[in-house]
């Protein structure tokens, strides 16, 4: 069955340090996203994929990057780790606006 | 831009009670409505989903209809489970951006034997 993965579930981090959070589906889909979830605030987009080497800001890009080099893959970094980034974060997909995205089981970053 | 506005919760029934969580949004346009569901410990899973007006979305014994006249989706079930003990988010996605969800803040749902 097709799926979308994460890694590592949980990561405790310094600030200051640069994290990758990775983010793998095969579904074979073109749209790919990183959302954060906070107390409060629901779901953010923090960036976003429409295919192979497109990128986008959500709308809390600051102190984060995505690439996007194949189909399969959206990691996510965090240039220089800060508190304020403490979260879970959960990648999606999706394959066009009619239909659903698929969420990973998320990331639970704490940076100390 | 596009919002979700979604009842704020917790909200606390006894089993067999019957839910409704009230979803507004103010997209214009043709927006894609999708209600998600979220176990403690893991990722969004859609729940039901409605693409044009007058659409009822149905699983798992919830419905949801896409009012285009109120631009409401309001979640609803008639007899809830302890199982249904979840956070539920509203969520729409409009036909400029393929695919991009905006969602609401999600609604923590307790049901108690």
């Known amino acids: 069955d097709a799926e979308i993965t994460q890694s590592p579930r949980h990561k405790i981090t310094e600030t200051g340090r640069q994290v990758t959070l990775a983010c793998h589906q095969t579904?074979?889909?073109?749209?790919m996203f990183w959302y954060r979830q906070d107390l409060g605030h629901g779901l953010r987009l923090i960036h976003y994929?429409?295919?192979?080497?497109?990128?986008n800001k959500g709308e809390v890009s600051d102190g984060y990057s995505v690439s996007r080099s194949n189909t399969e893959d959206l990691p996510l970094t965090l240039e220089s780790a800060a508190s304020s980034q403490t979260s879970v974060y959960f990648c999606?997909?999706?394959?066009?606006?009619?239909?659903?995205?698929?969420f990973g089981q998320g990331t639970r970053l704490t940076v100390v | 831009g596009d919002s979700v506005t979604q009842m704020e919760g917790p909200v606390t029934l006894s089993e067999e009670a019957f839910l409704t969580i009230n979803c507004t949004h103010t997209a214009t346009g043709y927006p894609s409505l999708f209600w998600y569901v979220q176990y403690p410990g893991e990722g969004l899973q859609l729940l039901l989903k409605?693409?044009?007006?007058?659409d009822k979305g149905s699983n798992k014994g919830f419905e949801a209809t896409y009012r285009k006249e109120t631009t409401s989706f309001h979640l609803e079930k008639g007899s809830v489970q302890v199982s249904d003990s979840a956070v539920y988010f509203c969520a729409l996605s409009v036909n400029t951006n393929a695919g991009k969800s905006t969602f609401g803040d999600g609604t923590t749902l307790t049901v108690k034997p």
């Open positions: 999606a997909s999706s394959e066009s606006r009619y239909t659903e995205a698929f």
């Open positions: 994929s429409y295919g192979v080497q497109d990128t």
């Open positions: 409605a693409t044009k007006a007058d």
């Open positions: 579904w074979n889909h073109n749209n």
